[in-house]
């Protein structure tokens, strides 16, 4: 893993926690009705965590996991499914973990490693090397970093795939067949299995279960895993991920305005220039304004509402002026410009190029030196 990504920074100093620990719920007064577990101080940022830096080291974490590099997770915890990689199925997006260094063709097949999350994992880190257990490892502790986010109604964009993970945790895929659960990730070997050529597919197979193992006991120190058969994968993948893409019709309905009406053309042309960006744009919008990129599933889920200010301060200097945003307070300032042009130019800089954290107060040059674990 790299040494000081946001998820190793995170499961360096959660190290000693227990599950207790993560399950706290805390709100403080002036935070937007944020639950957290903890605090976050961002060395040399210059910030103070009014729970925008709290959403956003989830955010950030999670990103980190699913970076690729040539199909390979960065931090070796996820990979791109073979469909990802050969562009073929309907899934094309998903990430899967990656093959333990055992599950190679001397490997033999073994069926008590795909008997269900519930009954086994319990067991994980039995006869393993060492880089397999550091894999679980973290698995593990992405595990519990999602249970927490959920717990405090902090939705992830985590594209695992529905039946080997989401529906395999809710035990809701008893009735699909390996070559289905195979289909969904690895059309090909799927295709293999069918006709008979079973063996690479059950070792897929079995690495996967292996796998979520880890990451369903890390889960379950934060919540409790057996009241997930009470729902769906489906149920339990929207529950964890909220929508996979950013509903702008649900942020209409919890938007409020200040120094504009719904009427104004400024906020006219956002709300059609927010329709016409792509998912990946949209995701970028949501985390510029409120430092998370999926939206809750429905209204009642907001804490607060999307706000939606206009810039007075720039006055006539408004065409040279980008908005702004307070991811604390889920607020986008906007100045007044001419035209829909103009706006969509200036909107579309500074989501692909803001920072989403504000400067609260200015930071020491010793601070900076010293650095994280100082």
Same mark, same amino acid.
């Given at each position: 893993?790299?040494?000081?990504?946001? %998820?190793?920074?995170l499961?360096? +100093?959660?190290?000693?926690?227990?599950?207790?620990?993560?399950?706290?719920? %805390?709100?403080?007064?002036?935070?937007?009705?944020?639950?957290r577990?903890?605090?976050?101080?961002?060395v040399?940022?210059?910030?103070?965590?009014?729970?925008?830096?709290y959403?956003?080291?989830f @955010?950030?974490?999670?990103?980190? #996991?699913s970076?690729?590099g040539?199909?390979?997770?960065?931090?070796?915890?996820?990979?791109?499914?073979?469909?990802?990689?050969?562009?073929?199925?309907e899934?094309?997006?998903?990430?899967?973990?990656?093959?333990?260094?055992?599950?190679?063709?001397? +490997?033999?097949?073994?069926?008590?490693?795909l008997?269900s #999350? $519930?009954?086994?994992?319990?067991?994980?880190?039995?006869?393993?090397? +060492?880089? @397999?257990?550091?894999?679980?490892n973290?698995?593990?502790?992405?595990?519990?970093?999602?249970?927490t986010?959920?717990?405090?109604?902090?939705?992830?964009?985590?594209?695992?795939?529905?039946?080997?993970?989401?529906?395999?945790i809710?035990?809701?895929?008893?009735?699909?067949?390996?070559?289905?659960l195979?289909?969904?990730?690895d059309?090909?070997?799927?295709?293999?299995?069918?006709?008979?050529?079973?063996?690479?597919?059950?070792?897929?197979?079995?690495?996967?279960?292996?796998?979520?193992?880890?990451?369903?006991?890390?889960?379950?120190? #934060?919540?409790?895993?057996?009241?997930? $058969?009470? %729902?769906?994968?489906?149920?339990?993948?929207?529950?964890?991920?909220?929508?996979?893409d950013?509903?702008?019709?649900?942020? &209409?309905?919890?938007v409020?305005?200040?120094?504009?009406?719904?009427?104004?053309?400024?906020?006219?042309?956002?709300?059609?220039?927010?329709?016409?960006? @792509?998912?990946?744009?949209?995701?970028?919008?949501l985390?510029?304004?409120?430092?998370?990129?999926?939206?809750?599933?429905?209204?009642?889920?907001?804490?607060?509402?999307? &706000?939606?200010?206009?810039?007075?301060?720039?006055?006539?200097?408004?065409?040279?002026?980008?908005?702004?945003?307070?991811?604390?307070?889920?607020?986008?300032t906007?100045?007044?410009?001419?035209?829909?042009?103009i706006? &969509?130019?200036?909107?579309? %800089?500074?989501i692909?190029?803001?920072?989403?954290?504000?400067?609260?107060?200015?930071?020491?040059? @010793? +601070?900076?030196?010293?650095?994280?674990?100082?």
């Open positions: 893993m790299k040494k000081f990504s946001i %998820f190793s920074q499961k360096y +100093e959660m190290r000693g926690w227990n599950g207790a620990w993560l399950r706290r719920s %805390f709100i403080a007064k002036g935070h937007g009705g944020q639950k577990a903890f605090k976050v101080k961002l040399g940022e210059g910030v103070n965590d009014y729970s925008g830096p959403r956003e080291i @955010t950030d974490a999670i990103r980190e #996991v970076e690729l040539n199909g390979i997770g960065i931090l070796n915890l996820l990979n791109a499914s073979p469909n990802r990689q050969f562009d073929l199925g899934n094309r997006d998903l990430l899967v973990f990656p093959l333990s260094k055992e599950n190679d063709a001397t +490997e033999k097949f073994n069926p008590d490693l008997r #999350v $519930h009954d086994f994992f319990q067991n994980i880190g039995e006869g393993i090397n +060492e880089s @397999t257990r550091e894999v679980e973290g698995l593990a502790f992405l595990g519990r970093l999602i249970a986010a959920c717990r405090h109604g902090i939705k992830v964009d985590l594209p695992l795939p529905m039946n080997i993970v989401w529906r395999k809710a035990e809701d895929c008893e009735q699909l067949s390996e070559a289905e195979l289909a969904e990730v059309l090909l070997e799927s295709r293999s299995f069918s006709n008979g050529d079973k063996k690479r597919g059950k070792l897929f197979l079995q690495n996967q279960q292996r796998m979520l193992n880890a990451f369903a006991e890390g889960m379950s120190s #934060v919540l409790p895993l057996e009241l997930f $058969h009470l %729902f769906t994968g489906s149920e339990l993948r929207e529950l964890i991920c909220g929508n996979s950013v509903d702008v019709e649900l942020l &209409k309905r919890v409020e305005y200040e120094g504009y009406t719904s009427n104004s053309p400024m906020i006219s042309y956002l709300w059609e220039i927010l329709n016409e960006m @792509t998912s990946n744009e949209r995701k970028l919008f985390q510029f304004v409120w430092a998370r990129t999926c939206l809750p599933s429905n209204e009642a889920d907001f804490d607060v509402p999307f &706000k939606i200010i206009k810039d007075v301060r720039s006055g006539a200097e408004g065409e040279g002026s980008l908005p702004s945003a307070s991811t604390c307070f889920f607020s986008l906007l100045p007044e410009y001419g035209s829909k042009e706006l &969509k130019e200036k909107l579309m %800089f500074a692909q190029n803001g920072y989403t954290m504000e400067m609260d107060f200015a930071t020491n040059n @010793t +601070e900076i030196d010293k650095g994280w674990r100082e």
